[in-house]
């Protein structure tokens, strides 16, 4: 009885210490999803494509989200790797470089390192993405299908709050979906093909984040991006606060839906 007594307590606040880890680690996802998605909808909007931005972005902030937590060890290396090129890149070039050609260079690095890194670290689970990316993808399309009905039924919603509903949304469907795309499709590409779509994922993703910062530094290396990028600066606080918010919430509810953390 008295062994019960102690161990509920002790259980209590094991369970309380992983919940506020995994908030804490998406919530820090959440606000990259925010500033993926706002970055993602300006450039539908700036090339017209013929789908709503806003399934677009979710879609894709969703998948690349996925690829940077499948490898959080890869995505610091090539953080430490990308961002000083990167940046050399936009502020040094003696002509603008526009987004789509500054991602296929950049994109080429984080494949090479993140290629290299899936060769020689045996011990890491990067051979896991594709799985990962697959469902993340899965994830913000069902969760941008979602954004589309409640959006026959109401209108001007503010972008903070759809990014606060959709973040969370799209995590919890990751994590319900991630086993089954585990088992299914786990072993598509090897440990090398795993790490260089990690490393073009995070290449994209601090691509993005670059040309966006590099704003306030050297306003010419935008170019003709100049009214995107401060259409992007303006939304960026609304929508990095409703991705942390809303991702530090799903965070926490899906540690108290299982038991225990997913071997992922």
Known sequence: MMQQTHAIPASLVM??????????IWAFIGALYGMLFVVFSSLADEWKLPIHPYVF??????????????????????????????AILLVFSSTPISPPNLLFIIGGVGAMAGGLYGRFNSHSRVHRADAKTLTGFTAGLLASLGYLLLATQMTDIPLGII???????????????????????????????GGALVGIGVAVFLTLCNFVMVHSVDID???????????????????????LIGGGLAGIVSSMLFERWQDL
Not at 15 to 24: C, P
Not at 164 to 180: D, E, H, K, N, Q
Not at 222 to 234: K, P, R, S, W
């Open 15 to 24: 369970r309380s210490r992983e919940a506020f880890i995994r908030g804490v």
């Open 57 to 86: 972005s979710g879609v894709l902030a969703g998948t690349l989200g996925a690829l940077i937590y499948s490898s959080m060890r890869l995505a610091v290396l090539m953080a430490i790797i990308i961002s000083p090129v990167c």
């Open 163 to 193: 990014i606060g509903i959709m973040c969370p949304l799209t995590g919890l469907i990751y994590v319900f979906l991630v086993p089954i795309f585990l088992r299914s499709c786990g072993n598509l590409l090897p440990p090398v093909g």
């Open 221 to 243: 290396s935008t170019g003709t991006f100049h009214d995107l990028i401060h259409h992007v600066q303006d939304l960026l606080p609304q929508a990095m606060t409703g991705g």
